[in-house]
């Protein structure tokens, strides 16, 4: 069998003798003087026959589903305009602020008031300085990809992006709807809190169109019971079902209602951030007990809140196995870092680290405990720290149920990780101790409309990794099967494990 039974690929990278290298109508500089030194080209990333075959056969045209994203729903629902590229492009990414904070920029510069074309110029002169980031990558792609601009953006070329930019925001299609029809994607969710207004949602809906937008829940604040604003959370919770909350029973009937609020707005997801997880099972009458201590605000140690909330995740996670829910954990980060930093630029403004290794097992208690009461959801499984790579790989064998494929998996590499050497590692673990067929596949978790393009990222890096798995015979050379999986990772799987 042939090393490339599919496809073709350059035998140079040279741009000048490469005929497929990509160009632009739009470029900056004008349509007669393409840029020779723009490294994004048909075959990025892409280094075999095999690689360029799988991509440009299976993976380029498959639709996205972006199953876990920040976009605003406000945003998606009144079709925004944006004034200029800061505002779509560099105000809500903490992964361009971090970059700029490590070269040294003023915070009045990234998150602070200075003016938006200000922070723009500042971004424009980090960029240079980011090669060997995949901030490098996104940026490059993004430009291109939405704005046909191929040149690199420097403090140099910033003025006249800038404008490109301008007249393209200006053009039809070029809201926020219409930025997510050009990468055709098929669809979004949200993150979402608990007591978030749904009405984007339901206004989008009504309104139709190429990209279906759903909420997911971020259920963080339900689980919050050592947080100073809990009393205050569950006072607003009351008002906003009409359920007086006087005991553990009364608040799982309210958050049972906003569950199925969530549900009639086309909800298939739930999500935790669970930073610092510990899990004890415990009965429901201590749950009774340590809530109405909560509930009064008497004294509430650390074990307290401990125990009170994992009474409050098994609730949670029978209620999502129940109404066929996937449930996201989002897995070892520490988000307390710089209390300056978080005072600035709030609670998610991109300086938050990498924390421990996840407790195993407190996750392999919860598993049970659900497991035993067959409301186990479908669960995907986020670490932040590289180093849960593989035991949660091998931890997603542990808790199978007979006719699902993928009951729990080990999710995209994320924040830290969504790299190419991050996606590697990942797609490594999952090979070597799962099912790598059954991955759900990529999702951007960003609140940026720009970053779909990481889809793109994330299939020629799946398609180099497959071509360097067949070059070393640790894989057929068959188009058949490696298309199919490609296929099933880029948007299949994640379309039948949503329903979509």
Same mark, same amino acid.
């Given at each position: 069998m042939p090393e490339a039974p599919v496809g073709t690929c350059h035998e140079t990278p040279n741009v000048a003798q490469n005929p497929r290298r990509e160009r632009s109508a739009h470029s900056v500089g004008g349509p007669q003087t393409p840029d020779v030194n723009a490294f994004i080209h048909d075959d990025f990333l892409l280094s075999s026959k095999t690689a360029c075959g799988l991509y440009h056969e299976f993976a380029a045209g498959a639709p996205i589903c972006d199953y876990h994203c920040h976009l605003d729903p406000r945003d998606l629902a009144a079709d925004r305009r944006f004034e200029n590229i800061t505002q779509l492009w560099v105000t809500t990414d903490p992964?361009?602020?971090?970059?700029?904070?490590?070269?040294?920029?003023?915070?009045?510069?990234?998150?602070?008031?200075?003016?938006?074309?200000?922070?723009?110029?500042?971004?424009?002169?980090?960029v240079p300085l980011t090669l060997g980031n995949p901030l490098h990558h996104w940026t490059a792609l993004e430009l291109k990809r939405y704005f046909d601009i191929v040149q690199p953006l420097t403090t140099d070329s910033a003025p006249r992006i800038w404008e490109t930019c301008q007249e393209r925001l200006r053009e039809p299609g070029f809201t926020a709807r219409g930025l997510l029809a050009r990468r055709a994607v098929s669809c979004v969710c949200t993150s979402d809190r608990l007591l978030d207004d749904l009405a984007p949602h339901a206004r989008i809906a009504g309104e139709g169109g190429v990209t279906r937008v759903l909420p997911s829940l971020r259920a963080d604040e339900a689980v919050a019971v050592e947080s100073p604003d809990f009393p205050k959370w569950l006072q607003a919770l009351a008002a906003a079902t009409g359920i007086p909350i006087r005991d553990f029973g009364s608040f799982r009937a309210a958050l049972t209602q906003?569950?199925?609020?969530?549900?009639? /707005?086309?909800?298939?997801?739930?999500?935790?951030?669970?930073?610092?997880?510990?899990? *004890?099972?415990?009965?429901?009458?201590?749950?009774?007990?340590?809530?109405?201590?909560?509930?009064?605000?008497?004294?509430?140690?650390?074990?307290? /809140?401990?125990?009170?909330?994992?009474?409050?995740?098994?609730?949670?996670?029978?209620?999502?196995?129940?109404?066929?829910?996937?449930? %996201?954990?989002?897995?070892?980060?520490r988000r307390r870092t710089s209390?300056? *930093?978080?005072?600035?630029?709030?609670?998610?403004?991109?300086?938050?680290?990498?924390? %421990?290794?996840?407790?195993?097992?407190?996750?392999?208690?919860?598993?049970?405990?659900?497991?035993?009461?067959?409301?186990?959801?479908?669960?995907?499984?986020?670490?932040?720290?590289?180093? $849960?790579?593989?035991?949660?790989?091998?931890?997603?064998?542990?808790?199978?149920? $007979?006719?699902?494929?993928?009951?729990? %998996?080990?999710g995209p590499a994320w924040w830290f990780n969504d790299h190419a050497t991050g996606m590697r590692a990942q797609l490594d673990a999952i090979a070597n101790h799962g099912l790598l067929a059954t991955f759900i596949g990529m999702t951007t978790d960003s609140r940026s409309l720009l970053s779909m393009t990481r889809h793109e990222y994330f299939r020629r890096v799946l398609c180099e990794w497959l071509g360097a798995q067949v070059a070393a015979g640790t894989m057929p050379a068959d188009s058949g099967p490696l298309g199919g999986l490609v296929r099933a990772l880029c948007f299949d799987n994640a379309r039948q494990v949503l329903a979509l």
């Amino acid at each position: 069998m042939p090393e490339a039974p599919v496809g073709t690929c350059h035998e140079t990278p040279n741009v000048a003798q490469n005929p497929r290298r990509e160009r632009s109508a739009h470029s900056v500089g004008g349509p007669q003087t393409p840029d020779v030194n723009a490294f994004i080209h048909d075959d990025f990333l892409l280094s075999s026959k095999t690689a360029c075959g799988l991509y440009h056969e299976f993976a380029a045209g498959a639709p996205i589903c972006d199953y876990h994203c920040h976009l605003d729903p406000r945003d998606l629902a009144a079709d925004r305009r944006f004034e200029n590229i800061t505002q779509l492009w560099v105000t809500t990414d903490p992964y361009k602020h971090r970059a700029m904070r490590l070269a040294g920029v003023p915070e009045r510069l990234i998150t602070g008031n200075a003016a938006e074309r200000e922070k723009f110029d500042a971004w424009a002169a980090v960029v240079p300085l980011t090669l060997g980031n995949p901030l490098h990558h996104w940026t490059a792609l993004e430009l291109k990809r939405y704005f046909d601009i191929v040149q690199p953006l420097t403090t140099d070329s910033a003025p006249r992006i800038w404008e490109t930019c301008q007249e393209r925001l200006r053009e039809p299609g070029f809201t926020a709807r219409g930025l997510l029809a050009r990468r055709a994607v098929s669809c979004v969710c949200t993150s979402d809190r608990l007591l978030d207004d749904l009405a984007p949602h339901a206004r989008i809906a009504g309104e139709g169109g190429v990209t279906r937008v759903l909420p997911s829940l971020r259920a963080d604040e339900a689980v919050a019971v050592e947080s100073p604003d809990f009393p205050k959370w569950l006072q607003a919770l009351a008002a906003a079902t009409g359920i007086p909350i006087r005991d553990f029973g009364s608040f799982r009937a309210a958050l049972t209602q906003r569950l199925d609020h969530f549900g009639r /707005a086309g909800a298939r997801l739930s999500d935790h951030g669970l930073d610092d997880f510990s899990y *004890l099972s415990i009965p429901d009458e201590e749950a009774e007990t340590r809530f109405g201590r909560r509930l009064r605000t008497e004294t509430f140690s650390a074990d307290d /809140a401990v125990r009170l909330r994992s009474a409050i995740l098994r609730f949670l996670g029978v209620e999502y196995a129940r109404r066929g829910w996937v449930m %996201q954990l989002h897995l070892g980060a520490r988000r307390r870092t710089s209390s300056r *930093l978080r005072r600035l630029a709030g609670p998610a403004g991109g300086y938050a680290c990498i924390g %421990q290794p996840c407790d195993m097992p407190s996750l392999c208690a919860w598993f049970d405990d659900l497991e035993r009461a067959e409301a186990l959801p479908r669960t995907i499984l986020y670490p932040l720290n590289p180093a $849960d790579f593989v035991p949660l790989a091998v931890l997603c064998g542990s808790f199978a149920e $007979d006719g699902v494929a993928g009951k729990l %998996q080990l999710g995209p590499a994320w924040w830290f990780n969504d790299h190419a050497t991050g996606m590697r590692a990942q797609l490594d673990a999952i090979a070597n101790h799962g099912l790598l067929a059954t991955f759900i596949g990529m999702t951007t978790d960003s609140r940026s409309l720009l970053s779909m393009t990481r889809h793109e990222y994330f299939r020629r890096v799946l398609c180099e990794w497959l071509g360097a798995q067949v070059a070393a015979g640790t894989m057929p050379a068959d188009s058949g099967p490696l298309g199919g999986l490609v296929r099933a990772l880029c948007f299949d799987n994640a379309r039948q494990v949503l329903a979509l």
